[in-house]
Nanobody, 119 residues
Framework: QVQLVESGGGLVQPGGSLRLSCAAS????????MSWYRQAPGKERELVAV????????NYADLVKGRFTSSRDNTENTVWLQMNSLKDEDTTVYHC????????????WGQGTQVTVSS
């Protein structure tokens, strides 16, 4: 059974930092493209970052480029999202996604972790 478990969310002041983690189990981690999404209530889900095999093969949404960095460790089956210079508008639930690099139907989601940026 595939599980993705996010952690690291919380309350932080504007300008602060948080590091989200997503621990995966039940899958061959290195065969999966890992992504971070976020979705605020009543809004469309938004892609934040995609990390393929290495940090050199990573893409970010324009809204977070230069502030967020994603990394992964295929030996630990974990992906991280380092979020710096956080803004009020970054407040929402962040979800981890794993999609097999060849078989799209192998697509899994974590339960999400809440990030709240507020003074």
């Amino acid at each position: 059974q595939v599980q993705l478990v996010e952690s690291g969310g919380g309350l932080v002041q504007p300008g602060g930092s948080l590091r989200l983690s997503c621990a995966a189990s039940g899958l061959f981690f290195s065969s999966y493209v890992m992504s971070w999404y976020r979705q605020a209530p009543g809004k469309e889900r938004e892609l934040v970052a995609v990390i393929r095999d290495t940090e050199r093969n990573t893409n970010y949404a324009d809204l977070v480029k230069g502030r967020f960095t994603s990394s992964r460790d295929n030996t630990e089956n974990t992906v991280w999202l380092q979020m710096n210079s956080l803004k009020d508008e970054d407040t929402t639930v962040y979800h981890c996604n794993a999609r097999h690099f060849k078989v799209d139907v192998l697509d899994y989601w974590g339960q999400g972790t809440q990030v709240t940026v507020s003074s």
